[in-house]
């Protein structure tokens, strides 16, 4: 068992006829064969679309009132230009969904 996707990623690399299982992202950088779930490639498209649904999701929490640079990189993720970086990088856009109040 691996902990960490560098040390998976390394692991693919050295033994090639490995299964393994990194972000798409990492994927994309590598020469790793890619493999389809149900018939389905893991596209941003298909993420997007709900088709493709082996992902790893990343959510962002605070509590409280964003503020000075923490405000800054929470609208910077949500601009054009941090969308632009997070689709040259093979990840899935973030999109602004509703805080759930306790």
């Known amino acids: 068992i691996l902990n960490s996707t560098k040390e998976t990623s390394e692991i693919l690399k050295k033994y090639k006829d490995t ?31 709900k088709k493709y649904v082996l992902i790893s999701p990343l959510g962002i929490v605070w509590k409280g009132k964003l503020e000075g640079k923490n405000k800054k990189f929470i609208d ?14 093979g990840t899935v856009p973030v999109v602004r969904e509703k805080r759930i109040k306790p």
């Open 19 to 49: 299964i393994g299982y990194v972000p798409f992202s990492i994927s994309k950088k590598n020469t790793f064969n890619i493999l389809k779930v149900n018939g389905i490639y893991p596209s941003i498209e298909n993420v997007i679309s």
């Open 76 to 89: 910077f993720l949500f601009s054009p230009a941090a969308q632009k970086i997070m689709l040259e990088y």
